[in-house]
């Protein structure tokens, strides 16, 4: 990360999360907010943050509770999205100019949540006209997910593709035994997906064990719970979908019919893995800059 970053304590109901700035706002300067996965801490922005313009922009991350140096909630109901869209608006509180709006973006799990934030905005005073655009990578909506399930006639061959893709989220959900395989075996982990992914060495930090340890309870508290029954989900935010071709985790049944939910979206597809983000930072940040000058 810059070393010129600011770092805040920002409060969101009874926790703080660590919030970073790498530039500073200012008049004509948009704020881009960036939101990280599973089981990641924002230190996983750092290779797009060196190619993203800092001395036009105002860009902001941080760490989602249970992760990195956030704190984490005492209880399974405190991973509900609702929950990580209240962090959102207090970061948005804190770090985003008056009468200005955001451009988001978000990877993974971080994608989901702002997936949250896009169905709630037109209702929410926190998020009312305060979100300019969304670039979502290598995520998608659990809304969106449900929908597509609930119409899955003539697509059931994609169905059953994504579901073999998703096979560890069931795993997660289970009781206890996710939760010591990550304890024991994190280092191991670590390896096998640095490698496979294509990842810098260093890319998983300390932090590891106990991000994916409490993360285990994003999915507990929110998959089977939204997919079975999502919410009518519908946005005129202009959308940006950035697929990964090579995603070891996402199908492209996630691309079908998003015109259902969004008035306004475009897709792009990178010959590159999950993690986009770390391996293919150029492509990704291209992209994110078009998409902000195209929607000021």
């Known amino acids: 990360m810059p070393a010129t970053s600011e770092i805040l ?41 060196d190619r993203l313009p800092l001395d036009s922009w105002h860009v902001v991350t941080y760490d989602v509770r249970g992760a990195g140096r956030s704190d984490a909630p005492a209880g399974r109901d405190g991973y509900r999205t609702q929950r990580l869209v209240d962090d959102l608006v207090a970061v948005l509180d804190a770090v985003l100019p008056d009468g200005e709006r955001v451009h988001l973006l978000g990877h993974d799990w971080g994608s989901a949540q702002l997936w949250d934030a896009l169905a709630v ?21 659990l809304d969106h997910a449900g929908w597509l399930l609930a119409h899955r006639q003539g697509r059931r061959g994609a169905v ?65 719970r939204r997919v079975r029954r999502p919410r009518r989900l519908r946005t005129d935010v202009p959308v940006l979908v950035v697929y990964a071709e090579r995603d070891g985790y996402i199908s492209p049944l996630t691309l079908e019919d998003l015109d259902v939910p969004c008035a306004d979206v475009r897709v792009e597809r990178l ?14 940040a291209a992209l994110l800059v078009r998409h902000v000058a195209e929607h000021p």
């Open 9 to 49: 304590r920002v409060p969101s109901g009874d926790l703080a999360l660590e919030v970073r700035e790498h530039s500073p706002a200012g008049p004509g300067r948009p704020t881009v907010v960036l939101v990280h996965g599973y089981p990641d801490q924002q230190d996983t922005w750092a290779a797009l943050i």
């Open 121 to 141: 905005e037109p209702d929410h005073p926190g998020l009312r006209g305060r979100i300019a655009t969304y670039t979502s990578v290598s995520g998608f909506s």
């Open 160 to 224: 059953v593709r994504q579901l073999l893709k998703s096979w560890y989220v069931g795993y997660f959900c289970l009781p206890v035994l996710p939760a010591l395989t990550w304890r024991l075996g994190h280092r191991t982990i670590a390896r096998v997906l640095t490698q496979r992914e294509g990842l810098p060495a260093d890319h998983w930090g300390p932090g590891l064990r106990r991000n994916a340890v409490n993360g285990l309870e994003l999915y507990r508290a929110n998959i089977l």
């Open 271 to 284: 010959d590159a893995g999950h993690w986009c983000i770390v391996t293919h930072p150029d492509e990704v």
